[in-house]
């Protein structure tokens, strides 16, 4: 369409924010247009439906956790410190999605369960790239002594995994965040 411009990966974010404090069924074609700035034929153009929107939004979002969140965490010289900030990042608030919008993967995982392959095959990858992270944690906190000699890195992960995702849907009904840190500094000590 002459003198349009598609929405870049750029214009998802606020897309990105709408998915994750709505959800899918919630988040109307009205509310990606009012999010993006863009009108309707734009968004169908691009990515030809909503769930096309969605998809798009959903890689995005995994891309910045994988490209950017997981990096930052592992940037953590003290690996257990690292375990728990990471358990706790999605409970603080201070994200695009807003307040106690706990983790568009999580949320999605939740709305959808497999009902979606696609959709469950993003989730899925984005949960070995967490798992992966903690594994590499614990088995470096091992190294050091930091953690217990009969703790495997892999199972370790597996429970570390589980537990963030827990926190991730817990903040969005108990956003107490002293308690949430009590889940976490607990995943942790189990490993001591």
């Not at 870049?8 to 994750?20: E, M, V």
């Not at 490209?67 to 940037?75: E, H």
Request: aromatic residues 8%.
């Amino acid at each position: 369409m002459p003198g349009t411009i598609a929405p870049s990966p750029a214009d998802l974010d606020p897309i990105i924010a709408t998915f994750w404090q709505k959800g899918y069924a919630a988040a109307s074609i009205g509310d990606l247009v009012d999010a993006s700035g863009s009108n309707r034929a734009e968004l169908y153009a691009e990515y030809g439906d909503k769930r096309g929107v969605f998809l798009a939004a959903l890689q995005r979002y995994h891309d910045w956790v994988r490209d950017a969140v997981l990096p930052y965490f592992a940037a953590t010289s003290d690996p257990l410190a690292r375990i728990r900030d990471f358990l706790l990042f999605f409970s603080q608030g201070q994200i695009a999605g807003g307040p106690n919008c706990g983790c568009l993967l999580n949320n999605t995982a939740v709305e959808f369960g497999g009902a979606d392959a696609e959709i469950k095959r993003i989730v899925t990858d984005m949960h070995a790239s967490v798992a992966a992270f903690f594994a590499a944690a614990v088995a470096e906190a091992k190294r050091r002594g930091a953690v217990r000699a009969d703790v495997d890195p892999d199972m370790a992960a597996r429970n570390l995994l589980a537990t963030a995702i827990g926190v991730s849907v817990l903040v969005r009904v108990r956003p107490d965040r002293k308690w949430l840190a009590t889940i976490a500094d607990g995943a942790v000590a189990r490993l001591q």
